[in-house]
């Protein structure tokens, strides 16, 4: 097999041309999902603060429940990866893609009935306010939360099965470039949720305090992506011998009794886990909130100026678009860069750089966004922390298949990458309480001093999202555990 990490290997454009038209077919329908997938989790970022406003009794603490609505996404989306990673390898990669694809469209498309006042509540069907915890909570609120579980599970369903299909397909000379490419296409879906955002800011739409409803019907669309898959797709060879080769040896596909039997399996997996929890935390107990970073430097800009509640409501819609458009624009290059210093310097060096430089740059990001060009540093520090952020998930897509056989390998690579989520939901409460308890006690003081206390939570929530950073170093202390797979084949058993 060739070496998949030599420098000589053709570009981009090289690699694509050693496809056949199937491989091909299979690492764009395979990409299309996990590309909607990205979509569908920024529109919810894009959507939860008008939705929490909407959803919830006035006066309510909206950054604290919009935590709440992300971590129960993430624990959805932890456990559909537990679930549907499994059942790829079990009983086809193919088959359980268009499942979670379907899966996702529809419950995106059920989170905008939450808000229509008239709709008959899953939560009051069920008498969730009969639980005393929850007495006090909007019923349309408790169904937002359902949906958007619904919608974890699928979305978290995609990125192991794509991974694996693709892997399992594609030839493995340029099996480091595919992967990289199609982890490269979550910046494209994460672009065109920006885009969406924008558009909707500038028409008469985003005018209307239900704009974030249009945001969820949008994200429903890539249901039709379904057909396609079920109608063109087969399971990769490798897959199917895998099996019937497991099946003969008396071995299990996708089976977590196998996958933590074996001494080595168990390791990686454990320790994948770990390293991806890194990233992830980062990115959804950190950087997805600095659309509210950005909400909370506009509010006060425009406000300052004397703006109308309907402009400072519209600028945040359009700032928050800008800030996840550029963000992305930095996510792409930074997957890309990632690609390439993996298969010169190894898949270690190159964790180890970005980790770091994830760390350093978020803090300077949170810490300096609005102070240096007022919300005019949204669009030069938002790409520099959408470089570095989410380049490290470029390696996930890499590395973990490289980890797992054939036959446990989307059942390994889901459980490094999902797993490691219910972790990873305590991110964003973590960031809630830390605001909170910090925005309090500065608030405090502000109002003693008799200074701004606006500003003052503002430079809390910095604060608190600053020191949450140090979970990036989580991913450099565990790569010494790990193998460095530069230029070995996937391994068998």
């Known amino acids: 097999m060739a070496n998949p990490s030599d420098p000589s290997l053709p570009s981009a454009g090289g690699w694509w041309s050693r496809l056949g038209s199937y491989q091909r077919l299979v690492f ?3 990409t299309l999902a996990w590309t909607f997938d990205c979509l569908d989790q920024q529109l919810f970022n894009l959507a939860r603060n008008p939705a929490m406003a909407a959803l919830l009794p006035p006066g309510s603490d909206t950054k604290f429940y919009g935590g709440i609505a992300t971590a129960v996404f993430v624990l959805g989306w932890a456990t559909g990866g537990m679930i549907f990673g499994s059942l790829g390898d079990r009983f086809g990669r193919a088959k359980m893609l268009a499942v979670t694809v379907l899966l996702y469209s529809l419950a995106t498309g059920l989170s905008a009935l939450a808000g229509f006042p008239n709709f008959p509540t899953i939560a009051e069907t069920l008498r969730l306010d009969a639980i005393p915890a929850l007495k ?19 979305v978290g369903g995609v990125f192991g099965l794509a991974v694996a299909l693709v892997a399992d397909t594609v030839p493995g000379e340029v099996r480091p470039r595919a992967l990289g490419a199609l982890q490269s296409f979550s910046a494209a879906g994460n672009i065109m949720a920006g885009i969406i955002g924008i558009v909707i800011a500038l028409t008469a739409l985003g005018r209307s305090p239900d704009y974030w409803m249009w945001l969820f019907v949008i994200g429903a669309l890539p ?7 079920q109608l063109k797709m087969k399971e990769p060879p490798a897959w199917i011998e895998a099996r019937d080769r497991a099946t003969a040896r008396g071995k299990r596909s996708g089976s ?15 320790l994948g886990m770990v390293l991806c929890c890194a990233g992830v935390i980062g990115l959804w107990g950190i950087g997805v909130f600095s659309t509210d970073l950005v909400s909370d430097i506009v509010a006060q800009s425009l406000g300052g100026s004397g703006a109308s509640p309907e402009e400072i409501n519209k600028g945040k819609q359009l700032w928050g678009s800008l800030n996840l458009l550029f963000f992305n624009f930095g996510t792409f290059s930074g997957m890309i860069a990632f690609t390439r210093v993996t298969e010169r310097l190894g898949r270690k060096p190159a964790f180890r750089f970005f980790f770091v430089g994830a760390m350093v740059v978020t803090v300077f990001v949170f810490q300096m966004m609005g102070k240096v060009g007022g919300k005019w540093d949204i669009l030069w520090m938002a790409p520099l922390m959408g470089f570095f952020q ?17 036959r446990l390998r989307a059942t390994g690579v889901s459980f490094c990458y999902n797993v490691g989520r219910y972790v990873s939901a305590t991110g964003p ?8 308890e910090m925005g309090d006690e500065a608030s405090a003081k502000a109002a003693a001093a008799g200074e701004n206390v606006a500003l003052a939570k503002i430079d809390a929530f910095r604060d608190a999202a600053s020191w949450m950073c140090l979970i990036f170093l989580l991913g450099v202390v565990v790569l010494p555990f790990l193998p460095e797979t530069k230029g070995r084949p996937l391994p068998e058993d």
């Open 28 to 30: 764009i329908v395979a």
């Open 136 to 154: 006090d909570l909007s019923p349309h609120y408790l169904d937002f939360t359902i949906f958007r579980f619904l919608t974890g599970l699928g």
């Open 223 to 229: 249901a039709f992506l379904v057909a396609t898959i």
């Open 256 to 270: 977590y009794r196998d996958l933590f039997s074996d001494p080595t399996w168990r390791r990686h997996a454990l």
């Open 390 to 406: 989410l380049s490290v998930f470029a390696g996930f897509s890499i590395y973990l298949p490289e980890l797992f056989p054939t």
């Open 429 to 436: 409460l973590t960031l809630a309480y830390l605001a909170k």
